[in-house]
């Protein structure tokens, strides 16, 4: 890690502006000459962009679109330079480099003015280092940073120490999580997004680093970095899914519930499982085959079923879809030396190299993770997504899937890459590809949806980097099964929604460590009803009837309230389609000048008109703030005054939601599955203030 409290600064190089600024050709860029190359300097209406260090042919196509670039002008002195673009203006001083970006007569971001007792500033304004490059911005008093992707703890990231870089988590409880971006934004009116595959590390106002700078250390010889700039938060992540791609509308059925369990182990208990959830009229759109109920562990990934267990899988996806269920696989891109497929696609050079030998990469599992939990996963090879061929092979080998009538698929893993040995066909690897990894293979198998799956595309994903939202949509991986585990997932979720992902789904009940708790299984799925989608998953049953009557009935409520708010979700995803906006949103992106109501991190608007308040501990105790204007509660329209905290003690069936004063809601019939609504949303009536 690098030591910013170092007194001698070792390995970095501090920039210094070493010579006269210039306009590109069609003026639509300065080039400025520093101590460490050049930097170019661009503006669009929605930001400025600062590039510099050795560029890179592998981009990975995380920017999908950029606006037009803006006319500049340029003056210089000789302490100055001064960039004009439109209505921004940026005076950057020359010894050391430091800068002030306006627009119009506002400050929208500067060097941190965090001085050292025997230099200008503490921390370097932009640096190159042994690492990579570093860039410091400044932090207003308690200024509070939001997003940088999925992470478990307070979604104000000031005073805490990130890196964008993903992992096979195993859990909720740490700062290591499966879905980052080096994106985030202040209600301050900005936001910075680095446009990298690499790792990125952020000290927000971290105390060891400075408790007054945010600094950036890019793990990259390229930097590529966005200044945006937004009236509202909605505007800031509205811009970085204009440059990194909008999520699609899901097909409607994939809002109904989604029910899984690791694993139904033969055709006649997953048969059971179906039969019984038809029994007991619990509502239910999905079925899921996990990893090892459909495949083979010591051979898998090969696209192939276990012919022990399913010596007819047709026959069996025929009975299900008789029960008006869509089923879900899962899979994992890699593929066990034991299997055939390895020897074929490595004499293709379709997986990873090793650099030392030039063979395919032999991953090798962590067995601490297995043990008693997991079953011991074989030395696999990993697919290269760099490869088109192998890119190309991937993607067709789904086709007899969809055609067999699978609907969708579970994109596990993805985290893999780390070793520095592991080469790809295009020539990068360790660090720079193990972030986007994520992103090509959430590609390849959304686009095998798109070109092969009968019932419209959808992919659900745990691993995800830049541009990932575009291929939805992705669940928060193995939560401990108890209330902490809720509690983060709830952050997870808010957090990934506030860094551009609009899409998000927890494991219902807890991954791991089931404890059979049926008050925690009830709380987490009238939590989940309110998120883009809902599946019960774990080790274990997650069957409702599995936690009692009592807990049947409650769950069963709630997932019946879920169908009848599926035209109002999804109305509210065609919202998210447009602008990035997430179905669940933090309250500091919901209500950005109501200062107060930021503190209340795991409450959350759903949508524009519903506020949720999860009960996250026994006893159905809840506080919750309501901002100013008149709350009703969703149940029995009473009226609760806004700008003020309230408690309620709920009962087990009882859900704290309140319906902005004055919004109406389109409201469904009760169903069992979509099936019944002719797979689209069907408004029976509105909820409104009227009785």
């Not at 979604?155 to 999580?177: P, T, W």
């Not at 769950?555 to 602008?579: D, E, F, G």
């Amino acid at each position: 890690m690098f030591d910013c409290s170092a007194p001698n600064w070792n390995g970095v190089k501090q920039l210094e502006i070493s010579g006269k600024a210039a306009l590109c050709e069609n003026k639509r860029a300065v080039i400025i000459p520093t101590s460490e190359g050049s930097i170019s300097v661009e503006f669009y209406e929605i930001g400025m962009r600062f590039r510099a260090g050795q560029p890179s042919d592998n981009h990975y196509g995380m920017l999908q679109s950029l606006p037009q670039t803006l006319i500049c002008s340029v003056n210089q002195d000789a302490e100055h330079i001064e960039i004009i673009s439109g209505q921004w203006q940026l005076r950057c001083q020359l010894t050391p480099f430091a800068f002030s970006l306006f627009h119009g007569n506002t400050l929208v971001q500067r060097t941190p003015n965090d001085g050292h007792f025997v230099r200008q500033y503490r921390l370097p304004p932009m640096a190159k280092t042994s690492q990579g490059w570093l860039f410091s911005f400044d932090l207003a008093p308690e200024e509070p940073v939001y997003g940088l992707g999925e992470k478990w703890a307070g979604l104000n990231k000031r005073g805490q120490l990130l890196r964008s870089f993903n992992h096979d988590a195993l859990g909720v409880n740490a700062e290591i999580s499966y879905k980052n971006t080096p994106f985030c934004w202040s209600p301050h009116g900005w936001g910075v997004f680095v446009h990298t595959p690499s790792p990125v590390t952020h000290a927000v106002g971290y105390a060891p680093w400075s408790n007054r700078g945010y600094s950036i250390l890019v793990e990259d010889k390229e930097l590529d970095l966005f200044i945006l700039r937004g009236e509202q938060p909605q505007q800031i992540i509205e811009h970085y899914t204009q440059l990194t791609g909008k999520a699609p509308v899901p097909p409607f059925w994939s809002l109904g519930l989604i029910l899984s369990k690791a694993y139904y182990r033969d055709v006649p208990e997953l048969l059971a499982t179906a039969k019984a959830v038809r029994e007991h009229k619990m509502p239910c759109d999905v079925i899921t085959l996990d990893g090892r109920a459909w495949q083979d562990t010591d051979t898998r990934f090969a696209f192939e079923w276990d012919a022990k267990r399913y010596p007819d899988p047709g026959a069996m996806i025929k009975q299900l879809k008789a029960q008006n269920f869509k089923i879900c696989i899962w899979e994992y891109p890699l593929v066990s030396v034991a299997n055939p497929l390895f020897g074929q696609m490595a004499a293709k050079g379709w997986l990873l190299t090793d650099k030392r030998t030039g063979e395919a990469y032999r991953y090798q599992w962590d067995m601490s993770a297995f043990a008693e939990v997991l079953t011991p996963l074989p030395e696999s090879g990993i697919v290269d997504f760099t490869h088109p061929d192998a890119f190309n092979f991937w993607l067709e080998s789904h086709k007899p899937l969809f055609d067999l009538g699978i609907d969708m698929i579970k994109a596990d893993f993805g985290e893999q890459v780390e070793d520095d040995n592991m080469l790809a066909y295009n020539g990068d690897s360790g660090m720079r590809l193990h972030n986007i990894y994520s992103l090509l293979y959430n590609r390849c198998v959304y686009q095998a949806a798109q070109k092969y799956s009968q019932s419209g595309p959808f992919l659900f994903s745990r691993s995800a980097w830049i541009g990932s939202q575009q291929y939805p949509s992705q669940w928060g991986g193995d939560p401990q099964a108890d209330w902490g585990g809720l509690v983060g997932s709830i952050r997870g979720a808010l957090s990934w929604g506030m860094s551009g992902a609009p899409y998000f789904a927890t494991d219902v009940g807890g991954f791991y460590k089931d404890m059979r708790d049926p008050e925690l299984f009830v709380r987490w799925s009238q939590t989940a009803v309110f998120s883009a989608h809902m599946r019960l998953h774990g080790i274990g049953q997650r069957e409702p009837w599995s936690y009692g009557f009592a807990a049947e009935e409650a769950v069963n409520r709630a997932l019946i309230l879920r169908y009848q708010l599926l035209p109002y979700i999804y109305q509210t995803m065609q919202q998210a389609s447009k602008t990035g906006l997430p179905l669940m949103r933090a309250m500091a992106l919901a209500f950005p000048q109501d200062r107060l109501s930021w503190g209340f991190e795991l409450q959350f608007m759903f949508g524009d008109s519903l506020l949720v308040v999860p009960c996250v501990q026994p006893g159905g105790e809840v506080e919750f703030y309501l901002p100013e204007g008149d709350w009703l509660a969703f149940s029995d329209k009473q009226v609760f005054t806004g700008a003020k905290i309230h408690r309620l003690s709920l009962g087990l069936n009882d859900i704290a939601v309140f319906v902005r004063a004055g919004h109406d809601l389109p409201i469904g019939p009760d169903v069992e599955h979509t099936e019944q609504l002719g797979n689209q949303p069907v408004v029976s009536h509105y909820w409104s203030k009227q009785v």
